[in-house]
């Protein structure tokens, strides 16, 4: 009987090694990408690399910002806010030959977690690659390739991580964090700044900041484990995968800065030839007008009819109105002179408005949009006093 109790002990403890050995095969690493030249890629990437150590293990990236091209009306659920990112897994050589095509650095930081971690963060990862769990509700700010990733580990790890935030970092908002990456694209800033709300410019805590992968790089270099033996930096290693020079930023010579103040420039010299020859030249303003209201159409459905969280309360409708519309189409027909005087100083009203809110702090607009203002300003107070004198005259 004694020799059965020596044996069963023998199983027992080759089996327990054995266990915790599968452990030890696991390598976990947050693998950091720099941004590209364009706008789906300018804000970097993250994502979790899984390494079996031995000759035959596998070597894996777990990939939460992908999404799927074959989705049913794939298009209007991109530009309403419902369509659902999921992850993917991938090679760790095919993930890092796409960088390397496309001159994009990749950074290492290999994970200092316990075997038990890091086989509840394998098994979590595992379980949310299931395809009835691999989809989930994007958001850029919130809910994205980064900050999945942070979510995962934070789920392994529990209390056992902890983020050191500096308390003397900068305060920034949404929309600062953004400009940082979209500067040497100034169309997407100008286009993002119209379609995002007010709800960006609010300073973002040191946790908010990590939907940026480098700000979350950041965050896990001084980052800790505690309660799991003595306290240890959660980064282990960092290493350099891929490294490209920087491309320079240099503005474009056709960027909305200069097309503006080119505009603007037209338009006063258009005005002043227009009163000295008692002339409205409505063409103008049908043109400025017309393209206003086209715009502030797509602030309301991004405002009103999508999901995005980011688009709303965005004051930037109280300069490009839906309304602008009905006014190009009265001016062009010459009808209603009486309510057009009336939209004209709405017009005036509102625009001015919108700047108040600008120097307020309330939202920030783009720098671009400067001279646009000056612009709508001009023709709608030259319109106010003059639509009715000279169209008498005509």
């Known amino acids: 009987m004694r020799k059965y109790k020596i044996v069963f002990a023998l199983f027992f403890l080759i089996f327990t090694g054995l266990a915790s050995a599968q452990n030890q095969f696991y390598e976990i690493s947050l693998l950091t990408c ?16 899984v390494r079996e150590i031995g000759s035959d293990g596998r070597d894996m990236v ?4 992908t999404f799927d091209f074959d989705t049913p009306n794939f298009y209007g659920k991109f530009a309403t806010g419902k369509l ?14 796409e960088y390397d095509y496309f001159k994009r650095g990749v950074r290492e930081q290999v994970l200092d977690m316990s075997l038990e971690q890091k086989d509840f963060l394998v098994q979590h990862l595992n379980a949310l ?4 769990r691999r989809f989930y509700k994007y958001d850029f700010f919130f809910n994205n390739c980064a900050t999945k990733v942070r979510d995962a580990f934070e789920i392994a790890m529990g209390k056992q991580l902890v983020w050191n935030d500096s308390l003397d970092t900068e305060e920034k908002t949404f929309r600062n964090l953004i400009d940082e990456y979209v500067y040497p694209l100034p169309w997407a800033d100008l286009g993002i700044d119209l379609a995002l709300g007010s709800v960006i410019d609010r300073n973002a805590t040191e946790r908010e900041k990590q939907f940026l992968p480098d700000y979350m790089e950041r965050a896990f270099a001084s980052a800790e484990i505690v309660g799991d033996g003595p306290s240890r930096p959660l980064v282990k290693e960092s290493r350099v995968i891929l490294e490209f020079p920087k491309p320079e930023s240099k503005l474009d010579l056709l960027n909305p800065y200069l097309l503006f103040w080119v505009l603007a420039i037209f338009y006063a010299v258009a005005t002043w030839i227009g009163f000295r020859k008692g002339r409205l030249l409505k063409a103008l303003d049908i043109g400025l007008f017309g393209v206003l209201g086209i715009v502030g159409l797509v602030i309301s459905f991004l405002w009103f009819l ?9 004051w930037n409708i109280l300069w490009a109105f839906p309304g602008h519309l009905i006014l190009a189409w009265s001016l062009m027909k010459r009808v209603g002179e009486t309510w057009t005087s009336k939209y004209l100083l709405f017009v005036l009203i ?43 005259k005509a």
Do not use: C
Not at 34 to 49: N, T
Not at 62 to 65: A, E, I, S, V, Y
Not at 84 to 97: A, E, G, H, K, P
Not at 360 to 389: C, K
């Open 34 to 49: 720099d941004p590209g030249d364009q706008l789906y890629s300018s804000f970097g990437h993250s994502a979790i690399r």
């Open 62 to 65: 777990f990939n939460f910002g």
């Open 84 to 97: 659902n990112y999921m992850l993917s897994v991938t090679t760790y050589d095919r993930f890092i030959i």
């Open 129 to 132: 690659y299931d395809p009835a």
């Open 306 to 314: 999508t999901d995005h969280s980011a688009t709303l309360w965005n």
């Open 350 to 392: 509102s625009t001015s408005a919108a700047l108040i809110i600008w120097i307020t702090g309330l939202q920030s607009f783009h720098p671009s949009l400067v001279p646009l203002f000056l612009v709508i300003l001009l023709r709608a107070n030259f319109l106010f006093y003059n639509l009715e004198r000279f169209e008498k």
